[in-house]
């Protein structure tokens, strides 16, 4: 399917590691009055980088699937275009036939009925 193993332009590619500095954990005094008043802070774990076997192949995966589903809309797409262009090949025919007899008996008759053609 694919010429080669480089992504199309358009999939954003990874090029460089970004890494997080970890959360420190600062302890403040508090009097004893006003601890009843703070609130206990929730620590977030750091996520990891997509870095796995198995994330990495979902994502090769995803790419192909992407170019795979979009080869066929193409191909969907240009199929009903060219359906419906046979299918109204016919009926334009048909009404620039009409239009053109309307535009020449119109033409004639307003020909034929000016006074400077009756000399």
Same mark, same amino acid.
């Given at each position: 399917m694919s010429r080669s193993s480089q992504p199309p332009r358009f999939v954003p590619t990874l090029t460089e590691v970004v890494q997080t500095a970890p959360l420190k954990v600062v302890k403040a005094e508090i009097p004893a009055k006003?601890?009843?008043k703070v609130q206990t802070a /929730?620590? /977030?774990p750091k996520q990891e980088a997509p870095n796995s076997n198995a994330e990495m192949l979902v994502e %090769? /995966?995803?790419q192909r699937v992407d170019l795979e589903l979009e080869r066929r809309l193409?191909?969907?797409v240009r199929q009903l275009i060219l359906e419906h262009t046979q299918t109204l090949a016919? %009926?334009?025919r048909?009404?620039?036939e009409r239009a053109t007899?309307?535009?020449v008996s119109q033409a004639?008759?307003?020909e034929t009925d000016t006074p400077s053609s009756k000399t």
């Open positions: 006003d601890q009843s /929730v620590q /977030v %090769r /995966v995803m193409r191909e969907s016919p %009926r334009l048909e009404e620039i007899r309307q535009s004639l008759e307003q």
